[in-house]
Structure formats: structure tokens, C-alpha cells
């Protein structure tokens, strides 16, 4: 069963563990990690706990384009993600990818034929 945990618009995944390939960054304990800054508000979604994001768009095939943001990496037991306006998300040991959440239209809407 596929892990998944959403904080506003975004939205992580928990997947395999992967060798952190393509753009590779990482941050110090105590540091802001942001993930994504909201568009309206400026407020972020960040880890403070040391982690490493990488971003190989080969990872992200099957999500829409420009919503892939990257894997998120927690080497440590634990690492939150905090944002101003929600919950903090505590993620274990492991890899997350991490996306976009996008509000969906009348137009997004698709019926499936038998």
C-alpha cells in the first residue's frame, strides 16, 4: 500500500529507496529546506531536519508536467515538513517523492467507458 501525505498543495509520496541522482541539494540541521513557497501567501513548505532533495525527471514520468517538485531523502529517523497555515507532517527513515497538488476544473473531468 502507497503512502501518501498531502499539506496544502503538496503532496508526497512514499516510494523505493534510489541513489539521489539529477540535481542534488542538500541543507544543515536547523536550516529551511523549502519544498515549495505557496503562490498567493509566500509562506513555504520546508524541512528543518538535515535531508537531501534531488530532482531526475526520469523519476517523474508519470506525473503532469510542472508538478514534479523532486525526492525528498530522510536519512535520519524522522525529518517534518512545517508550513504557516497547516499541520506539520513528520516523515520517516526513507524517500518521498514530492509534487504539486493542482486544483482540478470542469474541464479535468473525464468519464471512463466500460
Avoid: C, K, W
Avoid at 22 to 44: F, P, R, S
Avoid at 71 to 95: C, D, F, K, M, N
Amino acid at each position: 500500500m502507497t503512502e501518501i501525505f498531502a499539506q496544502g498543495d503538496l503532496l508526497l509520496e512514499r516510494v523505493d529507496d534510489v541513489a539521489p541522482s539529477g540535481t542534488v541539494e542538500q541543507n544543515m540541521d536547523g536550516a529551511a529546506l523549502v519544498l515549495l513557497e505557496g503562490e498567493a501567501t509566500g509562506h513555504a513548505h520546508a524541512i528543518r531536519e538535515r535531508v537531501t532533495l534531488f530532482r531526475d525527471d526520469s523519476l517523474a514520468r508519470d506525473i503532469p508536467a510542472g508538478l514534479y517538485v523532486g525526492h525528498v531523502q530522510v536519512g535520519s529517523a524522522y525529518a517534518r515538513v512545517t508550513h504557516e497555515e497547516h499541520g506539520p507532517i513528520t516523515l520517516l527513515r526513507g524517500t518521498y517523492r514530492v509534487r504539486r497538488q493542482r486544483e482540478l476544473g470542469p474541464r479535468d473531468a473525464r468519464v471512463l467507458a466500460d
